[in-house]
């Protein structure tokens, strides 16, 4: 079951992430969007939105350059793997706060308000309350975490998360001693991954895509003109 959970099932969901992606973009362009309904308790989202957002890619890219960057480089810069995880702990439980309060705030203005859940898709409610849990899962791990940051736990999620990405057949190996707590962020973070191309997330997509795609996209010239030059000259 170890190596099901965490040698094939991180395959299939990336797997998933990826080509659920591109077909829903592919067959489905215009469901591709975040589905704002920010007319309606603008100030409850706007706050709840700004914490959430924030805490949350602050969380992402600690997870990304946490886990995939090779250890070798934090050695050569002085950080140890005790001070490794005692930063990630910290950090992003900061984090993890953030956003949580600002998640749980999202989940109440959605639930509680009936023309927003009357305009809600069952996955608009289900990944958020899917992410909320993950945040709590994270945050119940971090006293765990600073306790046994002297023993470099957190080597051997880099050495998992790595081996994944290099297709090691032993990946799942490294994590199968580690507490029940971090095996089910594990898993349920995956799940995320899982479902990501049939929510609401996909228009995280957009955010990282849109540099590139004006970057390298074919350029035009747009017209751009005042109130009063359209109105002497309207469009034929």
Known sequence: ???????????????VLFIGSVAR?????????????QLLRRRQLMVGSVLFHA?????FLGHLFGLLVPHQIYEAIGVHAEAK????AIAG????VVAIVGGLMLAHRRLSDPRIRATSSFWDIAILLMLITQLGLGLISVPYSILTA???EVLKFMAWAQGIFTFQWDAAEHIADVPLIYKAHIVL????FLVFPFTRLVHILSGFAAPFRFLFARK???????????TRYPAE
């Open 1 to 15: 079951m170890n190596n099901v959970l965490f040698g094939i099932y991180p395959y299939i969901a990336l797997a």
């Open 25 to 37: 973009y592919e067959r489905d362009p215009f469901t591709w969007k975040s589905s704002s309904s």
């Open 55 to 59: 805490g949350v890619l602050f969380i």
């Open 85 to 88: 995880q005692l930063l990630a």
């Open 93 to 96: 439980g900061i984090a993890g």
């Open 150 to 152: 002297e023993h470099g």
């Open 189 to 192: 973070g995956l799940t995320i």
């Open 220 to 230: 035009g010239y747009q017209i751009v003109r005042s109130r009063r030059q359209a």
